[in-house]
């Protein structure tokens, strides 16, 4: 029965003879594929790196708040599995468009619908997380220069960056274009998985040509290299099994060159241009009141 189900949860998937039962051959590129979207839900480690500027004691809270929420999200994330695992099959979990809500169907009763509900809230919660931190991502690499200064613009009294923000809600709908969903987070893993191993590369190039740069967070190189192995492990062969996928995410990504050369690049614009974008940041501000 279910109450038996809950009482005495199913460990016939749990044990290692089974668990690790592939039901189809061994492909590299596939075990490549399933960490670059398994990893796509633990990915929020990086997101508190965007807004530094808005923490207090940054250089003591942000490790901190990374110590703390990495292991206990992984906590909670792998024991959430471990209840799936222990109360449906693999062909369940394949078969399932949403697996926590079929989980509390089957094991909750006239109670399931806590768990869409819960789902929901997770969700916004995620959404509300990197609406946050890629806001200010645009809005910082406008300020640098990297971007069109109009990105730079803030709100004159709630200091929010509003036109990175409505640039953050355009490209996330540009996003839902395809009704993949698995696709969809192909195309942003390998991004984002391309960008992170740039991004730790540089650290260890910084480290080498810049030893006495002031670094008040400072970790061993051992670090950077093992994530960097990782990260080749996984890109190399996710772009092995899915070419046309990870080619595809990187021309996506190839788009923001063009409008780095308009809006940045090319100093000599013509007057209509200029007035075109003080007209775009001057309906912004009014819109934004």
């Known amino acids: 029965s279910e109450v038996d189900m809950v009482c005495k949860p199913i460990y016939f998937w749990l044990e290692p003879a089974n668990a690790f039962d592939p039901f189809q051959e061994y492909d590299v590129g596939l075990i490549a594929l399933a960490f670059l979207q398994g990893s796509f839900a633990y990915g929020g480690w990086n997101f508190l ?3 530094t500027e808005e923490l207090v004691d940054p250089y003591v809270n942000l490790p901190r708040a990374i110590f703390i929420s990495i292991p ?3 906590f909670v ?3 959430a599995n471990i209840a799936y695992v222990t109360a449906m099959s693999p062909q369940e979990l ?3 468009n949403a697996v926590a809500v079929t989980f509390g169907e089957k094991l909750l009763g006239v109670m399931s619908w806590i768990m869409p509900i819960s789902v929901a809230l997770s969700t916004f919660g995620g959404v509300n997380g990197s609406l946050f931190t890629s806001s200010r991502l645009f809005f910082a690499g406008a300020r640098e220069g990297h971007l069109p200064s109009l990105l730079a613009m ?4 709630r200091c929010t960056p509003i036109p990175a923000l409505l640039f953050t809600c355009l490209s996330t709908l540009l996003m839902l274009c395809t009704s993949d969903m698995y696709t969809l987070i192909n195309y942003v893993g390998f991004i984002n998985y391309l960008f992170y191993g740039v991004t730790v590369a540089g650290q260890i190039v910084l480290r080498i040509k810049a030893p006495d740069m002031h670094r008040p967070i400072r970790i061993s190189l051992v670090w950077p290299v093992i994530y960097l192995l990782f990260w080749a492990f996984l ?5 092995y099994s899915e070419p046309i996928v990870c080619g595809l995410g990187m021309a996506i990504m190839l788009t923001g060159v063009p409008v780095y050369f308009l809006g940045v690049y090319w100093d000599n ?4 241009f200029n007035s075109f974008v003080g007209t775009a940041t001057l309906f912004i501000y009014l ?3």
């Open 269 to 272: 614009k013509p007057e209509c």
């Open 72 to 74: 206990l999200v992984t």
């Open 94 to 96: 394949l078969a399932s």
């Open 287 to 289: 819109t934004s009141i």
């Open 77 to 79: 994330y792998v024991f």
């Open 49 to 51: 790196n965007y807004v």
């Open 235 to 239: 890109l190399i062969f996710s772009l």
């Open 154 to 157: 803030i709100h004159v009294k």
